[in-house]
């Protein structure tokens, strides 16, 4: 009992100084990792660099022993323990992170897997089979003495053997862990499982992708969803919901119906999930919908950063703290801001402008609203996954459950167009709940719809091309940028992000248009290039990249340059980044050329491009460039190559990021676009080689 009253003791302690966050639960029960005068003290203490080191360090004692200690430590000093003790009291008590993981070789490694053969450019080649050679580096299995003391860890325990996105990182995640640039994040990395399994399917270790899979089942089992990673002060928060996605990759490449029926139960259990605890009505037209978004109702600081959460909060006016709502959104307008911190960290775009509305301070994450959006990705990601749920009821013979996710897809898709598209722009936007307006700024994930093929209109992708085009996106040489904002967070301006670029790419490559499958096939030669480039100098792969301008001094870095922003240091050996390469190289490994400058996607350009492709082979090899900016390979198929002195084009650079994205018409593409091939065609018929679920 005596405990438990210190406990609780701390505990209000705890919250009068962070703003009476009591009202909400802690993340997690653990008074060591989660919440209490403990994590309090040494992650104000400023001890490390990052304050996840931390809390991922294990306890070299049991948990009640270390508090009672600690009681001790804080009664002689009469709770103002000096900056020293913790530091003494940590060598005593933790151990350091990284021991609870041992390397693991995959035992169904190859060599030389088949794809490479497809790719024609001899340093691509080269390039795709260091890639693939990383996931040997990143193998990691978890130590049995997780499993026998996870009491002594924050660390969940996975019985499976997994690929982290780099040799720092310690665990894995669900979609996203990266948090940007300014200092080292020590065992938190991105490792975006989805992309990573793409990758080792390509790299045919299908049964690596059957354990991580397993590994995020037996986390739905126990905890009824995936949480952001396997991390117990992740717990109460998800990421976005790519478990059913991840299953159709798998079962498309191996064919496992087996393992499917045994967990179908499994992945309704995750859908349910975001139904229940995730979604909210929007009236639009008169009609009620049903959407999704990220909220995550659990108070004080992420454990993870907690000194940034607190001093954060501390910023505010005294009288908003002591309503207990944490951080301001508007002049006499409070919001409980950790619990939206969370919702930001369980978007996977942490931290973002998108989530940044109102407030004295609209660049501040003070101004953060999170769970006050529709995110367009979100809901294009359940659509998706409804969708193939239904096809692997059917699959399996259980026709009225197939008739029920059916139903549930044609809900999301009317909500998707009616409350989230703009007929005008030709795009999905985010829904601002409070305003009930759309969000008109661009973003990648307003094109998810495409990728995720929630297309009732097959008009919408033409539509879609314009809005790029109008916005100007396809002038960016070294990929799709995150947002036409720079706002310092890592999810904005100049940064570009792997998973981004496959998302619009796909979505492109995957309409029946020669025209958009072209500009699908420049920006995947001008995101190869960049990272061929960057390999090229650094031998690493990294999470993001950012873009030279000679026309913005602020963002004047040399090329190949890792992206930067948000809360840590640079990070390389990227999962992610590797898996998307991997997957463009699969697919364009017939024309991608390390050899090309990086094109401007004008749109002369382009359609003398297009011209070139829809002509028979034998045709356009004899034929002219015709233009005079621009100059084809013709040995496969024809790509952009800009001469050696871009300059000598007169093409205007791209504009500086303006506050808010140029959405107005310029001459270029149009709304227009020839035939082509079957969904998911390229103009010489040449579709994605990841199974016959690429068209869903």
């Known amino acids: 009992m005596q405990g438990r009253t210190w406990g609780l003791r701390l505990l209000l302690l705890l919250g009068l100084r962070l703003g009476s966050q009591e009202a909400l639960p802690p993340p997690c029960e653990s008074q060591i990792y989660c919440h209490g005068e403990l994590l309090h003290q040494v992650q104000m203490a400023k001890l490390y660099q990052d304050d996840k080191q931390f809390v991922d360090m294990p306890l070299s004692l049991a948990p009640d022993q270390v508090l009672r200690h600690f009681r001790e430590l804080a009664q002689a000093h009469n709770l103002s323990i000096p900056r020293q003790e913790p530091q003494v ?79 720092r990182f310690v665990g894995f995640y669900y979609w996203s862990a990266a948090r940007g640039c300014g200092r080292v994040r020590m065992g938190r990395g991105a490792q975006d499982s989805y992309w990573v399994m793409e990758g080792l399917l390509l790299s045919e270790m299908p049964e690596m992708v059957k354990g991580m899979l397993q590994n995020f089942l037996d986390l739905v089992q126990t905890y009824g969803h995936i949480s952001n990673g396997a991390r117990v002060y992740y717990l109460q928060r998800s990421q976005p919901p790519l478990l059913t996605l991840m299953m159709d990759r798998y079962v498309a490449h191996t064919n496992d119906t087996a393992f499917l029926r045994d967990h179908i139960e499994t992945l309704a259990s995750e859908l349910d999930f975001w139904s229940k605890n995730r979604s909210i009505s929007v009236s639009s037209r008169g009609k009620s919908y049903i959407l999704n978004r990220y909220e995550v109702p659990y108070g004080g600081p992420r454990p993870e950063s907690y000194s940034k959460d607190a001093e954060l909060a501390a910023t505010l006016p005294e009288g908003e703290q002591q309503e207990g709502k944490g951080l301001s959104v508007g002049p006499g307008r409070v919001e409980p801001g950790h619990s939206e911190l969370k919702a930001g960290a369980e978007s996977g775009w ?111 992708v033409d539509k879609a091309l314009k809005c790029l085009e109008d916005s100007r996106i396809l002038t960016y040489q070294y990929g799709i940028p995150t947002s036409l904002q720079k706002t310092g967070q890592q999810w904005d301006f100049p940064n570009a992000w792997a998973p981004l670029q496959g998302l619009v790419i796909r979505g492109l490559a995957k309409s029946p248009s020669a025209k958009a499958q072209e500009v699908a096939f420049q920006l995947a030669q001008n995101w190869i290039r960049t990272n061929f480039d960057v390999y090229s100098k ?125 959405l107005g018409h310029s001459p270029g593409l149009g709304a227009g676009g020839g035939g082509g091939g079957g969904a998911g065609q390229g103009p010489g018929g040449h579709g994605w080689a990841l199974g016959p679920s690429w068209n869903i």
């Open 89 to 167: 009291f940590i060598r005593e008590h933790f151990r350091a992170v990284r021991g609870e993981l041992q390397p693991w070789t995959a035992g169904d490694w190859r060599d030389s897997p088949r794809f490479l053969q497809k790719i024609l450019d001899p340093k691509l080649q080269a390039w795709a089979g260091q890639l693939h050679q990383l996931w040997k580096k990143l193998g990691k299995k978890v130590k049995p003495e997780v499993l026998s003391h996870p009491e002594q860890f924050s660390l969940i325990y996975s019985r499976l053997p997994f690929i982290v996105p780099g040799g």
């Open 350 to 460: 942490d931290f973002s402008p998108r989530w940044l509305l109102g407030g004295p301070n609209p660049s501040s994450l003070s101004s953060i609203r999170t769970s006050k959006l529709v995110p367009v990705d979100l809901n294009a990601f359940l659509c998706q996954a409804e969708g193939l749920m239904s096809n692997f009821y059917s699959r399996l013979g259980n026709d009225s459950e197939a008739a029920k996710y059916r139903n549930l897809r044609a809900q999301h898709m009317a909500a998707l167009k009616d409350v989230l598209r703009d007929e005008g722009k030709g795009a999905w936007f985010d829904y601002d709940l409070e305003n009930e307006k759309k969000k008109l700024e661009f973003y990648p994930s307003n094109f998810a719809p495409l990728w995720a093929g929630s297309l009732p209109d097959p008009d919408d």
């Open 538 to 662: 650094k031998s690493a792969m990294y999470e993001k990249v950012s873009w030279p301008s000679s026309s913005c001094p602020q963002y004047d870095i040399s090329g190949g340059q890792p992206g930067g922003g948000g809360e840590y240091g640079v990070q390389e050996g990227f999962g992610w980044t590797s898996g998307v390469a991997l997957m463009l190289l699969d697919r364009y490994g017939d024309r991608l050329s390390s050899g090309a400058q990086t094109a401007f996607l004008e749109p002369h350009c382009l359609a003398a491009a297009l011209l070139l492709s829809l002509l028979p082979q034998r045709q356009a090899s004899r034929s002219p460039s015709g233009c005079s900016s621009c100059r084809f390979n013709l040995h496969t198929r024809p790509y952009l190559v800009l001469p050696p002195d871009p300059l000598s084009l007169e093409i205007p650079p791209p504009p500086c990021p303006s506050p808010s994205p140029v």
